[in-house]
């Protein structure tokens, strides 16, 4: 296997790390790779975790988008079998024009399957569908030893659920099961409503999730004092036609843009962000209904590639966390007004209201209310700040995001993941000479 | 493009299998040959689900040369025959073992001697209008150090090309050359250079476009042919003396 130097980051180019990166392109070199001797392996799929989750600083980290073939589908069932490499992307191309569409998704779908198991990520209908891994049926996963073993709820269900949000530190994902959702449309019918305050925005996405498969707040971070929290909420369901003139599977294709090199850092200044955000809240008609097409509604990022690079080269953190209903609009409205005094007003801040909690020993949902902030890598300060809402939120019984995390201190995390014990003695039994680590893993004290 | 079926040689390599990705979704039926079987599975199974219809998988290896009328028998079976086949054989030499006779014959064998053998067995067998696509390399230009045997092998795939294509082109088959320049695949990684690599993806789109409509040598990207040319007409001492 071909080991080469790289520097890499994840999607918030914050850190950015020298690792030994290896890319093998066939299972049989990923087994090879997996049971030679060396240093320590992380997996890394197409690097859309924001912070440290797939880095490996000084040591290896295994790139796995070249192993993406699709294995097996049941279009009677929607079941799908495919090599963890296999990206939404591949996906959404690949199945819905005959119907079909992932059952979850995040707010890109440049993620692989693998990364969505191990970040068990949400959508905006977990409310409804709860997380990616409701979704999974089975996987297989690589150990250290170079053995497969095929978990699922039944077989090994101990291995699947610290494998479920375990961050690539059980094994490698190899391949997955995975249940499609049926669709008739690729689009999407959508109502928004305009909100003033938090309360409002907390209270309206509550009422919408009792209506609507999705719902989100866009939340406009820069406004504050009594406006502070305000948001377009919006509830969606997949439609069951197309405007006229299109066939329902057959959604425009979108002119994409690209961001060609890093921004001056100063580019995402305040007011520029002030002006943004403004921009978005009043031109968001209250009430108003319309049909959108997938792309639209659930990637609007999408559109522009490398949009992370707006930021500049300090790069960007993205803080996400959860409260629990009853703490989370006193512990939101804490969090936000802080980071106004500070001067640290977050220029993306998306608003979303989770369901019920799966198993997944480090698995991020649970009930209540989740927040997503974005925020330029700033002074010192800013990182102080940041450990002070961190406690804010441990108190109150919240957690923050590990596949946005480049900060969290090892305390903490112990305070907001309960069930960190078990997954460590998981952990010691599946990887006892400790060969599975990431940067990640090494911060927060999961391996040494 | 007929929307045939079309043979794919190599088809667990990365261009290999983007080649037959691409010729899938285009609604083309698919044999495919590849000599590891899982893989060679795991590409056939990949095909199935993308275009509902699982595709021929023949196992064979490039110098099992007494393999190859099983193959050819297997292709003789699909109905209406073969549209086209894109051979995508390659192998790297191994600086270390330059003096091995073994590891020299190998790679010459690999490189030139088994597609030469099949696309004789081919050439045979196809009708008017099918394209025999051969992926060769833009090192068959020029005699480089670092790549002297892996150039010579294929810079005589492009001469046997180019004989080929004279003896085909009366019988209405279209033999085409096509120089790949760096693609970022197995062979380029960690080298010096990637970002002039193009993906595999990208790769294999410019193979099957030039299926359906390309002439004679086709360089992929389009403007190694320009570099190439300035590279081939330097007078060999100037060409030494480039930085690598």
Redesign the interface.
């Known amino acids: 296997m071909i080991w080469k130097p790289e520097r890499l980051a994840g999607w918030g180019n914050h850190p950015s790390q020298l690792c030994r990166v290896a890319r093998p392109e066939r299972l049989r070199e990923l087994r090879e790779l997996s049971v030679a001797p060396g240093g320590t392996l992380a997996w890394r799929g197409l690097g859309r975790s924001y912070g440290d989750a797939s880095l490996n600083a000084g040591d290896g980290v295994v790139l796995l988008g070249r192993l993406n073939r699709f294995r097996e589908f049941d279009p009677s069932t929607g079941l799908l079998e495919c090599e963890a490499g296999a990206s939404l992307a591949d996906i959404i191309a690949c199945f819905l024009p005959r119907g079909f569409f992932p059952p979850v998704t995040p707010g890109t779908r440049a993620v692989t399957v693998g990364g969505a198991v191990a970040c068990d990520v949400h959508g905006k209908n977990h409310h409804r569908d709860g997380a990616f891994s409701a979704h999974v049926s089975e996987l297989t996963l690589l150990t250290v030893g170079g053995q497969l073993l095929r978990c699922s709820r039944r077989e090994h269900p101990d291995v699947f659920w610290a494998t479920v949000g375990g961050m690539g530190l059980t094994g490698c994902i190899v391949t997955v099961r995975l249940a499609l959702q049926r669709v008739s449309s690729a689009f999407l019918t959508v109502v928004q409503r305009r909100t003033a305050d938090l309360q409002q925005t907390m209270q309206q996405l509550a009422t919408l999730d009792a209506e609507h498969r999705y719902t989100v707040a866009w939340v406009d971070g820069m406004a504050g004092g009594r406006s502070l929290g305000r948001a377009v909420v919006s509830g969606a369901d997949h439609a069951s036609g197309a405007p006229a003139g299109r066939g329902p599977l057959s959604p425009p294709a979108h002119r994409r843009g690209t961001v060609p090199f890093p921004a001056p850092n100063w580019f995402l200044s305040p007011t520029m962000v002030r002006g943004f955000g403004a921009l978005r809240y009043h031109r968001s008609a209250d009430g108003a209904r319309y049909l959108a097409d997938f792309d639209a509604f659930f990637y609007p990022l999408d559109s522009l590639a490398h949009w992370n690079r707006l930021y500049g080269r300090r790069g960007f953190l993205q803080y996400q966390f959860v409260l629990p209903e009853a703490t989370a609009l006193e512990g939101m409205t804490r969090v936000l007004e802080t980071l106004h005094r500070a001067g640290h007003p977050p220029f993306l801040a998306v608003l979303k209201r989770l369901g019920a909690a799966g198993e997944g020993l480090l698995s991020f949902p649970r009930a209540g209310y989740t927040l997503a902030l974005d925020l330029p890598v700033g002074p010192p300060e800013l990182f102080a700040l940041l450990r002070r809402l961190d406690e804010e939120v441990a108190f109150r019984g919240g957690r923050v995001y590990l596949a946005k995390d480049a900060r969290l201190a090892p305390d903490l995390f112990r305070a907001m993941y309960p069930q960190l014990p078990a997954f460590l003695a998981l952990k010691e039994r599946l990887d006892p000479d400790g060969r599975l680590a990431t940067s990640l893993s090494r911060r927060l004290g999961i391996t040494a | 493009m007929s929307r045939g079926t079309f043979l794919v040689v190599g088809a667990?390599s990365?261009i290999g299998?983007c080649v037959a990705r691409r010729l899938a979704a285009e609604g083309c039926g698919l044999c495919l040959t590849g000599r590891?079987p899982?893989?060679l599975a795991?590409?056939a199974?990949?095909i199935a689900?993308?275009c509902g219809r699982p595709p021929l998988a023949v196992p064979l290896e490039a110098r099992d040369f007494g393999s190859y009328p099983a193959l050819m028998d297997a292709c003789g079976a699909i109905p209406g025959g073969l549209a086209g086949a894109v051979i995508t054989w390659g192998m790297p030499e191994d600086p270390l073992a330059r003096t091995d006779p073994a590891a020299t014959a190998q790679v010459v064998e690999v490189n030139l001697t088994a597609p030469a053998l099949l696309l004789e067995w081919l050439a045979d067998r196809l009708g008017p209008g099918s394209c025999l696509a051969v992926l060769s390399s833009v090192a068959g230009d020029r005699g480089r150090a670092d790549t002297r045997l892996y150039g010579a092998a294929k810079a005589g795939l492009n001469v046997f090309l180019a004989g080929l294509r004279a003896h085909c082109d009366r019988r209405g088959i279209r033999v085409l050359t096509v120089k790949l320049g760096r693609v970022d695949?197995?062979l380029s990684?960690?080298l010096a250079g990637a970002f002039l690599a193009i993906s595999p993806e990208s790769a294999a789109k410019a193979v099957v476009r030039s299926l359906r409509r390309g002439r004679g040598t086709v360089y992929i990207p389009g403007w190694w042919r320009w570099i190439m040319l300035a590279l081939r007409s330097l007078p060999e001492g100037l060409f030494r003396r480039l930085p690598r």
């Open positions: 667990t990365t299998r590891d899982e893989e795991a590409v199974a990949d689900v993308r695949t197995r990684f960690g």
